[in-house]
């Protein structure tokens, strides 16, 4: 196919509220699939841009807001909700990720802002949801992955629960969020109606639970123990991080016939035979001898060797790599899932774009993450009409 067809989302005008990652992030494959993504801020910045002042968070906003224009409007005051009101009636979709209530308290909640745009897609991401008991709890991810039972899913049984790495029930939500959108955009495609769509962290990661869940039904509801890097639900061996001799491999086994291979790369073909080991069943009864078995033999060859000794067998494996490894990985950046740009702000970064990908349809150049309010006068401006006085006065204002 020829990469001629336009972007899927060209022409759809959104308006972007959100802050941190879970609404960004949705915005953020918005605009990666061709939407014209408005970023409001508050005059002084949204939450992740004071942060990069800081240092820390500077790549984060830089790879959450890339590809969108950015304006400042203070939605305190009552012009700036009237010149919110101004650009809703001229937008697809308004994007917002802030506790339940706030909009409705700003006066821009989504029946006000139905009523001036019925076509509008209002897109709400919160920590519990819009109702329900927990609807007023503050919601961060590490609150969320204590709530949702994914801090007590990991780590090791004879430690602490731990919190997973990445911030998984923000982006669990982003992503969600950007389904819920879509959908209701081809809803509007028939009815010409549009809708509230509404997102929460703690329900977009239960279904990643799935193989704890399945420990818990199994036991009769007594809860299982963390079982740290081997499967949740127990039900996999060998499944592990063994060591390397530079480090760490993932292992699995899932089939007899992946054990069957594992056992011809360690030269070990006669304990197939060792009823310890001679099937799934008897392997997940012997954990503790089968990690040993596995462990001694991978301690001893580095863990790309073991990588492609394995891999040419077929045995699902991967090697443990750090985060450098990662950003400088050949294969996303062949594929251009990662891209080195320079950023007028925070220098030499790499950034991801959209993991969605639509035959047909080439990417779209990465724009770096805009200066907080460079495209006051494009959108307010030209987009809107505003004659350059009235910018300098709402400017003079405090409104933008």
């Known amino acids: 196919m020829t990469e001629d067809r336009k972007q899927p989302l060209a022409g759809v005008v959104v308006i972007d509220l959100s802050h941190i990652y879970n609404g960004p992030y949705a915005t953020f494959l918005m605009a990666m699939a061709g939407a014209d993504v408005i970023k409001v801020e508050p005059r002084d910045g949204e939450h992740l841009r004071i942060r990069a002042n800081l240092g820390g968070a500077a790549l984060p906003f830089a790879m959450l807001n890339g590809n969108k224009r950015s304006v400042t409007l203070n939605l305190k005051s009552q012009r700036g909700r009237d010149l919110l009101l101004r650009m809703v009636r001229k937008a697809d979709v308004l994007v917002e990720n802030y506790s339940p209530g706030v909009t409705e308290r700003l006066g821009i909640g989504p029946d006000v802002l139905h009523a001036e745009n019925p076509r509008l897609i209002y897109a709400s991401s919160t920590g519990y949801g819009r109702s329900g008991p927990y609807r007023d709890h503050p919601a961060m991810d590490l609150t969320m992955q204590a709530m949702s039972g994914v801090m007590s899913i990991t780590g090791f049984p004879d430690r602490p629960p731990m919190k997973a790495g990445p911030a998984l029930c923000d982006f669990f939500a982003g992503t969600h969020l950007y389904g819920g959108i879509l959908t209701a955009l081809y ?11 509404e997102v929460s962290m703690l329900e977009s990661v239960y279904a990643s639970l ?13 809860v299982p123990e963390r079982t740290g890097n081997r499967h949740g639900g127990l039900a996999e061996s060998p499944y592990n991080v063994y060591p390397a001799s530079d480090g760490h491999i993932a292992i699995i086994g899932n089939h007899d016939r992946h054990f069957a291979a594992l056992l011809q790369a360690m030269q070990r073909e006669e304990l197939a035979q060792d009823p310890r080991f ?5 392997r997940i009864a012997n954990m503790d001898a089968v990690d040993e078995l596995v462990g001694s033999w991978t301690a001893q060859f580095p863990k790309e060797q073991l990588a492609e000794q394995l891999r040419a067998l077929r045995v699902p494996c991967a090697p443990v790599r750090d985060l450098s490894e990662v950003v400088n990985d050949p294969h996303l950046h062949a594929r251009g899932s990662l891209e080195r740009i320079h950023h007028p702000q925070f220098g030499d970064i790499t950034v991801q774009r959209s993991p969605i990908r639509m035959e047909g349809t080439p990417h779209l150049p990465m724009v770096p993450s805009a200066d907080l309010g460079a495209d006051n006068a494009a959108v307010y401006g030209t987009w809107l009409g505003f004659s350059g006085a009235e910018l300098s006065a709402l400017t003079r204002d405090d409104v933008i």
């Open 187 to 197: 809803e509007r495609e028939r009815t010409g109606e549009g809708r509230l769509v």
């Open 210 to 222: 799935s193989s704890n869940l399945g420990m818990l039904h199994a036991r009769g509801g007594k």
């Open 278 to 282: 001679a099937s799934l069943k008897a």
